[in-house]
């Protein structure tokens, strides 16, 4: 919700209406898509499909669902400041650009448990910026 908040923020600011439309979230990219816009209000009314059949979802299934899926952006960026000790500023960095949180998490643990968090990030950090 906090991205799809931020998207209609800025079309609101730049002068531009928020029209009707279905989206979904894109985990990896932290932000909606577009999926078919609205003609009217009658297009949100749900309609009874008696030809679907019914589905039983187990807690099994439900439960073996949530272990594939991959973490939303706030537990990942809940999770690099507290499992690395990583600080707001150093997540928000690493989480613009995706794959640099897949990298680190891989070195630390490849590194092993006598590596800094704190040093790897700093490495990427000077390889990716130049500072």
Known sequence: MESEIIRQAEMLDRGESVVLQTRRYDVKKDTTVLLRKKEKDLDY??????????????????????????LVPFDL?????????????????????????????SLCSNLGSNVDPQLVYNWIFIIFTGN
């Not at 019914?54 to 991959?70: G, N, V």
């Not at 960026?77 to 995706?98: C, G, I, N």
């Open 45 to 70: 009314r749900f309609m009874y499909d008696p030809d679907l059949p019914s589905y039983f979802i187990s807690p099994e299934m439900i439960k073996s669902a949530e272990k594939s899926l991959d």
């Open 77 to 105: 960026k809940k999770q690099l400041k507290e499992e690395f000790s990583l600080t707001v500023e150093q997540v928000q960095f690493m989480y613009s650009l995706p794959e640099l949180v897949d990298y680190f998490k």
